[in-house]
T-cell receptor
């Protein structure tokens, strides 16, 4: 079965500082991985996705994530946080068979001026 | 419309009443998902529709929950005899189809409050 673990339900960073949001997955085979962002009172929006084409994936708003098979991780990073990055971030995994997406419990990012 | 739409955006109901939530997916998207998001928690899968195939109902928490989809368009999620623990945001998402790299596009959700 697939599962996703997001370490840290709340992360605070200063404006301009590095953002690092952690995601680890459990899968017997490399899955497809996604990061979504949810702004207050809005639906989820795709940030980026890993589909095995490249281990370093660049997404929207300056975010990127690196797939590390040896660590079963897909951490999300951004070199310099902006106030507008404050939101809830969800990591999701989908097996290469089956219909379901499995979401982590989310990480709430606060950006301090 | 350009995105997934859901209605109503907010629903307040009394315990024991039935509620119906609606989702309009992106035109041409054959896959449709329903999720529940309780306060401070992640997304809980409820049900999945793909084209004319039998839906995957494995996530429905009880027989009070049901969902229908008309062809590849509108879907309704019905909760009968609502309970306070049903209070949550119900999210709908659609996807292009079976390819596993196809991401989901989410609607804004329906916030259900059961008094």
């Amino acid at each position: 079965a697939q599962s996703v673990t997001q370490l840290g339900s709340h992360v605070s960073v200063s404006e301009g500082a590095l953002v690092l949001l952690r995601c680890n997955y459990s899968s017997s085979v490399p899955p497809y991985l996604f990061w979504y962002v949810q702004y207050p009172n809005q639906g989820l929006q795709l940030l980026l996705k890993y589909t095995s084409a490249a281990t370093l994936v660049k997404g929207i708003n300056g975010f990127e994530a690196e797939f590390k098979k040896s660590e079963t991780s897909f951490h999300l990073t951004k070199p310099s946080a902006h106030m507008s990055d404050a939101a809830e971030y969800f990591c999701a995994v989908r097996a290469n068979t089956g219909n379901q997406f499995y979401f982590g419990t989310g990480t709430s990012l606060t950006v301090i001026p | 419309g350009a995105g997934v739409s859901q209605s109503p955006s907010n629903k307040v109901t009394e315990k024991g009443k039935d509620v119906e939530l609606r989702c309009d997916p992106i035109s041409g998207h054959t896959a449709l998902y329903w999720y529940r998001q309780r306060l401070g928690q992640g997304l809980e899968f409820l049900i999945y529709f793909q084209g004319n195939s039998a839906p995957d109902k494995s996530g429905l928490p009880s027989d009070r929950f049901s969902a229908e989809r008309t062809g590849e368009s509108v879907s309704t999620l019905t909760i009968q005899r609502t309970q306070q623990e049903d209070s949550a945001v119900y999210l709908c998402a659609s996807s292009m189809g079976l390819a596993v790299y196809n991401e989901q596009f989410f609607g804004p959700g329906t916030r259900l409050t059961v008094l």
